[in-house]
């Protein structure tokens, strides 16, 4: 236990460079404690106490704002930036090193049973209010945009943005890193070629309607 602590906090003061001291974060990190309350629930979760883990978990959720089904299975390194909004549903299956935004949600899409919830791969980030649903895989080096709606599952190295969400890239580079204010927009970029091309062809009517008048005042001069 001592281990995996210690190896949070690493995680947290590589991940946020707000974080200033192992006081702070032990204190004022809500993320860092959802994630300890999900490491005991989940092993009572899996020894049968399944009500007593749900009652962690809900004593978590009231403490942190972050709702993490103990039935979920979590790997290493795993952290919550802020937290506020986080739901992480019962069937949900993250890989290490991911790193999640506050209202993220890790939900199912209807009433089905079994697996029915996101498999994240390692090394992904989902952006703040984003929501993966249903039971679809997330590849390793994913990264999905603020406020995506993501129903399909991803490939490797890709990134993700929109309602619902699209790949809009797909890279080699294992270490970019997420910046929410310079994500593509395929929606905007398909307005602005829609815009451009009623431009092109307004244009090519003017020019034509310019060669038609200009033939029929030539008519008319040759007539008179």
Same mark, same amino acid.
């Given at each position: ?12 003061? !590589? ?8 006081? +702070? ?35 978590? !959720? ?14 290493? !390194? ?34 089905? &049973?079994?697996? /029915? ?51 809009? !890239? ?31 062809? +307004? /244009?090519?009517? &003017? ?18």
């Amino acid at each position: 236990m001592f281990r995996t602590i210690r190896e949070q906090i690493d995680t947290i003061f !590589r991940e946020d460079p707000a974080a200033k001291s192992v006081l +702070e974060i032990i204190f004022c990190y809500p993320g860092f404690h959802a994630i300890l309350f999900h490491r005991v629930a989940h092993r009572l979760y899996k020894a049968g106490f399944t009500t007593l883990a749900r009652m962690i978990s809900q004593t978590s !959720r009231f403490l942190t704002g972050i709702e993490i089904h103990p039935g979920a299975q979590i790997g290493r !390194r795993f952290f919550i930036d802020h937290g506020m909004g986080v739901v992480i549903g019962e069937t949900a299956v993250i890989g290490d090193d991911c790193l999640l935004y506050q209202g993220v949600t890790l939900g199912g899409t209807g009433k089905e &049973r079994g697996k /029915r919830h996101p498999t994240l791969g390692n090394h992904v980030v989902v952006g703040s209010g984003a929501k993966v649903l249903g039971n679809i895989t997330i590849g390793n080096h994913v990264r999905i945009g603020a406020g995506s709606v993501v129903l399909k599952s991803v490939p490797d190295h890709s990134t993700v943005v929109g309602v619902p969400g699209r790949v809009v !890239r797909t890279r080699l580079d294992n270490e970019e890193v997420l910046e929410h204010a310079k994500l593509p927009d395929p929606e905007g970029q398909a307005i602005e070629q829609l815009t451009q091309r009623v431009e092109q062809l +307004e /244009r090519i009517v &003017r020019e034509l309607s310019a060669k038609l008048g200009a033939g029929q005042d030539t008519a008319g001069a040759a007539s008179a």
